[in-house]
């Protein structure tokens, strides 16, 4: 079945710098690629996601780039801002009565 | 909408009880289902379902056993419990497997 890799498990950034968070998977059927971040004491809550028909995505401070041949995504936050701090997840599936299988997460904190 | 809830918020149980953790969504979503929240684990999916009378198993199923018996609620049960199901339990909806997953606010469980 689908394994998700997530790296690193915590990342401590400057407040204005960029922070990347990356991501492996194992099946390359998998065509589906959310991240979520969950702030503490909360449930996840879906912030980008991408399709395998797509590279790259952005939406604001935020970007996701799929590289399908590797089978690797990464999720990129720039100009990271205190309220940036919190867990992030990526998770992938197949289709859409398919699992979705997460990475184990990236605690990011974001110094003064 | 209330969106995802879960019941009970908090909950703790001696080995052998069971118990049913209690998930509802008003959004008329096909697809539910169930993750465990473990320290360095992220988040393992337990069960899901692609619709009403449709179930399957994730990742860590043993232990649990769920049902759907209609669109908007999805029990998880656990029928024996064990200090290893101390855990946060996390119920999620969505169209299908490929869309946003929307999550319950969680329930924490402990198991002595």
């Known amino acids: 079945g689908e394994n998700v890799e997530q790296h690193p498990s915590t990342l401590s950034v400057q407040e204005g710098d960029s922070a990347v968070i990356k991501c492996t998977y194992s099946?390359?059927?998998?065509?589906?690629f959310p991240w979520y971040k969950q702030e503490l004491g909360k449930g996840p809550q879906l912030i980008i996601d991408?399709?395998?028909?797509?590279g790259e995505k952005k939406d604001q401070r935020i970007a996701v780039t799929l590289n399908k041949t590797a089978k690797h995504f990464s999720l990129h936050i720039t100009e990271t801002q205190p309220e940036d701090s919190a867990v992030y997840f990526c998770a992938a599936s197949r289709d859409r009565d398919d699992k979705i299988i997460f990475g184990k997460g990236t605690r990011l904190h974001i110094l003064p | 909408n209330a969106g995802v809830t879960q019941t009970p918020k908090f909950q703790v149980l001696k080995t052998g009880q069971s118990m049913t953790l209690q998930c509802a969504q008003d959004m008329n979503h096909e697809y539910m289902s169930w993750y465990r929240q473990d320290p360095g684990m992220g988040l393992r999916l337990i069960h899901y379902?692609?619709?009403?009378?449709?179930?399957d198993q994730g990742e860590v199923p043993n232990g649990y056993n769920v049902s759907r018996s209609t669109t908007e609620d999805f029990p998880l049960r656990l029928l024996s419990a064990a200090p290893s199901q101390t855990s946060v339990y996390f119920c999620a909806s969505s169209y299908s497997a490929d869309y946003e997953q929307y999550f319950g606010p969680g329930t924490r469980l402990t198991v002595t």
């Open positions: 991408i399709r395998s028909n797509v």
């Open positions: 099946d390359s059927a998998s065509n589906y």
């Open positions: 379902s692609v619709g009403a009378g449709i179930t």
